[in-house]
Each structure stands twice: as structure tokens, then as C-alpha cells.
């Protein structure tokens, strides 16, 4: 069983910043990637970023420039830093990690992009 604990989501003006962050622990094996997917009203959730134990990064191409995403290894911790916010980021992110018997899900953490 893997637990995680999200923050930093929340609500933030069009053209501003939020640092989300996720860490897991519990049942964790082997090496793992994690990351970030979201999802808005009415649409299918997405892949927005993942990273390696090695720290290889991986975004959607939409997003390239704007979203960083990191990494603790020690801690079982990513962050995802999203800058310059639009409207269409509104969704809830939900941070992942990857586990031999398959990918385990945080709860997810709602970020709202509106003037």
C-alpha cells in the first residue's frame, strides 16, 4: 500500500505561478518513475510530466517551457513548478509513482487558473 500526501495546489490568476508537490511512502519497490497527470471537467485525464530515479524528465509538448518537474529520490517527493498559468490549466492533478505490480495514484489536488 502506498500513501501519498499532495499540496500546493489552489487557486491562482491567469499568468501566475504554483508549485505542487507529492510525496509517497509506504509499500515502495523498485525503481520508480513518477509524476503528474491531469484532469479537467468533461475531458480525459492527461499525462503532464514524468520523471526518472535518474531525474529524465518527460512533458506533454503542450506544456514544454512552462512546467518543471522534480524530484527527491530520499523522499519519495516530486514537485511539479507551473508558471505562467492559463484558464485551460484548471484541473486536478494527481501525482503518480510507478510500482512493479503497476502505477499507484495519489488523491489528487484541484488548481484553478481564473481572472
Known amino acids: 500500500q502506498v500513501q501519498f500526501v499532495e499540496s500546493g495546489g489552489g487557486s491562482v490568476q491567469p499568468g501566475g505561478s504554483l508549485r505542487l508537490s507529492c510525496a509517497a511512502s509506504g509499500s515502495i519497490f523498485g525503481t520508480n518513475t513518477m509524476g503528474w497527470y491531469r484532469q479537467a471537467p468533461g475531458k480525459e485525464r492527461e499525462l503532464v510530466a514524468s520523471v526518472t530515479k535518474g531525474h529524465y524528465a518527460d512533458y506533454a509538448d503542450s506544456l514544454k517551457g512552462r512546467f518543471v518537474i522534480s524530484r527527491v529520490n530520499a523522499r519519495n517527493t516530486v514537485y511539479l513548478q507551473m508558471n505562467s498559468l492559463k484558464p485551460e490549466d484548471t484541473a486536478v492533478y494527481y501525482c503518480?509513482?510507478?510500482?512493479?505490480?503497476?502505477?499507484?495514484w495519489g488523491q489528487g489536488t484541484q488548481v484553478t487558473v481564473s481572472s
Open positions: 503518480f509513482i510507478d510500482q512493479p505490480r503497476g502505477r499507484a
